[in-house]
């Protein structure tokens, strides 16, 4: 009996620390140009910007709208139209009230250490995502820093590991189905239908499809994993995400942010503003190389790439 009081006891004292991680945002949107929507435990709600990201969220955009999200670990994610993401993990205990500050300059993982990406089942920092439509862009934080391990993006037929990022994911829908450089870049008798195209912008990303194939990607090299999970990379940028792009710029407003859409830097075409494309520009450059140096480039494929 003693003991079952001091275990009531124990659950007691921690009910109020759960609680309040349950309630610490995992971050908030930034920037919104259109309309998005988050879905969690308490129902679906329109965003506006400054509203709170929470663990387990699931976010959608609408038509023409851009949402973006800036994480407590000054992680971001750019989120396409029509898109629908999930924050399927989340956890930073140095954004938790009292938690010491932050180092200067968190350890980074050992440049040239390529061990599988598996997510630890174990506690501490975490940042997992998972894509479900759409498309997105995202510049990883200090969790990846920290830990490659600790973060991972999913689709339906891939995960992305990352190696310190700016990279994009894109579902193959619509315009995609008919781009000249996808369909130039698989065999006769594939589709690519139901497939995710993965690009670099800065560093290195590990794309392993369901199957267990993967090819990795640095800087300007893009790639697409089919349904079958066999994977082949692009020739060159697809027209679509360059359209893309220009499209995010104009919805923006303003020559400056169409002149970085154009240049495929939908960060800053969606910031539309010097205060918002400056905020960007911090976070891509404190956040994308992590651990400095230039990364090298191997791929693998299930097919040889043309």
Known sequence: MRF????????????PLAGQAQSMPAGTVTLLNGQAQATGPNGAHSLSKGDP?????????????????????????????????????????????????EPAAAPSAPRGSMAPLQASSGGGDS??????????????????????????????????????????????????LNDATVLNSIPAG?????????????????VTSFTGN??????????ITLADGSQYLLNGLPAFLQSSSAAAGTAAGGAAAAAS???GSVLAAVA???AAAALIGVVV????DNGGGSTSTATTSTAPAR
Do not use: W
């Open 127 to 176: 940042s997992f995502f998972r894509l479900l439509k759409g498309g997105l862009r995202a510049v990883s934080g200090l969790i990846a820093h920290a830990d490659y391990s600790r973060y991972r993006m999913s689709t339906p037929v891939a995960t992305m590991g990352i190696r310190g990022t700016d990279y994009e994911v894109v579902m193959c829908e619509d315009a995609c």
């Open 4 to 15: 079952v009081r001091f275990f009531a006891f124990v659950l007691a004292a921690l009910a």
């Open 214 to 223: 993967s090819i990795t990607l640095g800087p300007g090299q893009y790639a």
């Open 285 to 288: 450059g404190a956040s994308s």
């Open 190 to 206: 594939k589709t690519a239908a139901g497939g995710v195209i993965s690009g670099v912008n800065e560093g290195q990303i590990v």
């Open 272 to 274: 539309g503003g010097v």
């Open 261 to 263: 859409a154009a240049h």
């Open 53 to 101: 990201i929470y663990g387990g969220d699931v976010v959608e955009t609408g038509a023409s709208s851009y949402t973006l999200i800036r994480f407590t670990d000054q992680s971001s994610i750019l989120l396409r139209p029509k898109s629908r993401f999930q924050v399927e993990q989340y956890q930073y205990a140095a954004a938790a009230p009292g938690a010491p500050a």
